[in-house]
């Protein structure tokens, strides 16, 4: 298994540039997570999916759209960049299973920097 | 709602020194436990969780024990060594009074520690 796997693992984007990042996972797992970690702080979360074709916005909705096609994929989209969107993303999934807590598994994290 | 509070860092030890991370929560429901680490270039990896009250987790030679009475979970371990050199994180896990977790995790803002030889 390959896990959780995310392209790019960096990019320059230019303000009011657009650009897609990619997140997969093999797992088979129905929850999926889209986080920004900035210098010196924990995680936020951006979006989250339960299932395919459903989506709800975390803490940070701001300037992102997401969309769950498939159990496998969940591009985080980024329509107007702007420099406060600088920042390191993370894409997770975890399989829920009735009450039982879910351990998250983590992609290896795409660096976006808007100039 | 939720929050997770994690000493500060950056903390720099010795190898073999013993290790203490803080932290500490407040939940509205009954949470759920745990420590991420993050090597450097990587994503974040879980080392260790507690489900309920009482329960220690461990891996590695790490250890956090689930302390509700002082809303505690703080990471130990006796003898840390070079490649332990990491971000560490405490989430948590809401679980609503019926059971069922709410699956979004809140995490404290990481602890870096550097492990000298």
């Known amino acids: 298994n390959a896990g959780v796997t995310q392209t790019p693992k960096f990019r320059i984007l230019k303000i009011g540039q657009s650009m897609t990042l990619q997140c997969t996972q093999d797992m088979n797992h129905n929850y999926m997570y889209w986080y920004r970690q900035d210098p010196g702080m924990g995680l936020k979360l951006i979006y989250y999916?339960?299932?395919?074709?459903?989506?709800d916005k975390g803490e940070v909705p701001n300037g992102y759209n997401v969309s769950r096609s498939t159990t496998e994929d969940f591009p985080l989209r980024l329509e107007l960049a702007a420099p406060s969107q600088t920042s390191v993303y993370f894409c997770?999934?975890?399989?829920?299973?009735?009450?039982?807590?879910?351990?998250?598994?983590f992609g290896p994290g795409t660096r976006l920097t808007v100039l | 709602g939720n929050s997770v509070t994690q000493m500060e860092g950056p903390v720099t030890l010795s190898e073999e020194a013993f290790l203490t991370i803080n932290c500490t929560y407040t939940a509205t429901g009954y949470p759920s436990l745990f420590w991420y680490v993050q090597y450097p270039g990587e994503g974040l990896q879980l080392l260790l969780k507690?489900?309920?009250?009482?329960d220690k987790g461990s891996n590695k030679g790490f250890e956090a024990t689930y302390r509700k009475e002082t809303t505690s979970f703080h990471l130990e371990k006796g003898s840390v060594q070079v490649s332990d050199s990491a971000v560490y994180f405490c989430?948590?896990?809401?679980?609503?009074?019926?059971?069922?977790?709410?699956?979004?995790?809140?995490f404290g803002k990481g602890t870096l520690l550097t492990v000298n030889p």
């Open positions: 507690a489900t309920k009250a009482d």
């Open positions: 999916s339960v299932g395919a074709g459903i989506t």
């Open positions: 989430a948590l896990s809401d679980r609503g009074r019926s059971g069922g977790s709410n699956y979004k995790l809140t």
């Open positions: 997770a999934s975890s399989l829920r299973q009735g009450g039982v807590s879910d351990t998250q598994y």
